[in-house]
């Protein structure tokens, strides 16, 4: 059976931009990694699984916990909450990002969100930690546990903010030495980005904001998101986060959404504010010139895999299809004979089987390439009949027992 592919031939603006092999190495950062956020295929990586300092980008897997809290129903956007006269004191510390909160006075969810998520706001991610679990401890705790469930082993968390201990006073985690601060990987990063814009999509709609007004009885502050990618046309950057202090250098956590594919970038340790962003396009651009984005689409066959064996049919192979579109990242000299796919039955297939019925799942792999987060051996995705075979008689199911074939 012939395979359709529709494979979009991702164009940059570059002028003179050659069609290259492999993406050269990103300079000036400690480590990075690109993956694609719908399949987790890794596009770039380098020293992605050391462990660094990763500041304010630490706010992303604070904002999966407020999410997944609030979609549950356990706190609504509407929820005051007043800051403590700890809280309070460093919203007003000139050394860090933040915006101004009373002890006082009660803020709502929505507004500490949106001033943590575009504004990086140090106070207002406490005290959504503290409305979550009571307290700054108790919410690291939740921290641990959902990075560990997310599949990250390797974490060293110790505040919500991402702020070295030295500047939480009485709420630093007890046992914490003064420069204990939350240590991640490029990968651990993008494990978290992936998993966020999956479950709770609607984070693009706040960390895609350029800038927020802050409304304190009457006294508003303008806050303007730290992520300078938003400004850039060229590259419509829609999210995440940045994250700065002197352990982690400049850092960015970056996704863009592009031909059907949303890609998911993560600097950590680059040497200036400047070049966390420079190094980003870089990275992007670098992905466009050389990878195709190839689209499978729904009811297309499996790349490779034109049939699968089929027990007490009419027919002894079934032809299976892609139950849903899906996509890969080829290499520009690459083609569909370099996607490699293992078929994984939900059981015997036996028949009848109806055209459209699921019958297992493929595990979709691209020759070469760098393989997926988590681990992964591929991409796996459902598949279904392409035919239906009805099944055959009596005496042709006996005379296959008799012969021992199927």
Not at 182 to 210: F, G
Not at 235 to 245: A, H, M, R
Not at 287 to 299: C, E, K, L, R
Request: charged share 20%; glycine share 6%.
């Amino acid at each position: 059976m012939v395979i359709f592919i529709s494979i979009f031939i991702v164009i940059t603006g570059l002028q003179n931009s050659a069609m290259a092999d492999s993406i050269p190495a990103l300079t000036n950062v400690k480590s990075a990694i690109a993956v694609d956020a719908n399949s987790g295929q890794i596009l770039y990586e380098t020293k992605e699984d050391e462990v660094y300092p990763v500041a304010s980008m630490s706010k992303l897997l604070t904002s999966y916990i407020l999410l997944d809290k609030i979609n549950h129903h356990e706190l609504s956007w509407n929820t005051k909450v007043k800051p403590t006269k700890v809280e309070a004191e460093i919203s007003h510390n000139s050394e860090l990002t933040n915006v101004p909160l009373d002890s006082t006075h009660s803020y709502t969810i929505k507004e500490l969100y949106q001033a943590m998520l575009v504004g990086s706001a140090n106070a207002a991610a406490m005290v959504i930690a503290r409305a979550v679990s009571g307290s700054q401890t108790d919410f690291v705790k939740l921290m641990r546990v959902t990075a560990k469930n997310m599949g990250i082993k390797d974490a060293k968390l110790y505040s919500a903010n991402g702020l070295p201990t030295e500047y939480l006073k009485s709420e630093k985690y007890p046992g914490a030495s003064k420069n204990s601060e939350n240590e991640l990987s490029a990968q651990d990063m993008a494990i978290i980005a992936t998993k966020l814009i999956k479950d709770y999509p609607e984070i693009l709609n706040t960390t895609k904001l350029q800038n927020v007004q802050f409304n304190d009885r009457g006294k508003t502050t303008s806050v303007t998101n730290t992520n300078k990618l938003l400004s850039d046309n060229n590259f419509q950057v829609d999210g995440l986060k940045t994250g700065t202090s002197d352990a982690a250098g400049e850092c960015i956590t970056a996704t863009t959404s592009k031909y059907g594919s949303r890609i998911i970038t993560v600097i950590i340790g680059a040497n200036s504010d400047s070049q966390r962003f420079e190094q980003t396009k870089l990275l992007l651009n670098n992905i466009f010139n050389s990878y195709n984005y190839t689209v499978i689409g729904a009811g297309q066959s499996v790349p490779n895999i034109n049939n699968v064996k089929i027990l007490k049919g009419k027919q002894k192979t079934l032809p299976i299809a892609m139950r849903r579109t899906t996509g890969l990242w080829l290499n520009k000299e690459q083609g569909t004979q370099d996607i490699s796919a293992k078929f994984h039955p939900n059981s015997e297939i036996i028949a009848p089987i109806k055209k459209y019925q699921t019958v297992g799942k493929v595990t979709l792999t691209v020759d070469g390439s760098y393989g997926f987060l988590n681990g992964k051996d591929g991409m796996t995705t459902s598949v279904s009949a392409n035919k239906t075979i009805d099944k055959a008689n009596i005496i042709v199911r006996l005379w296959r027992d008799i012969t021992r074939t199927n």
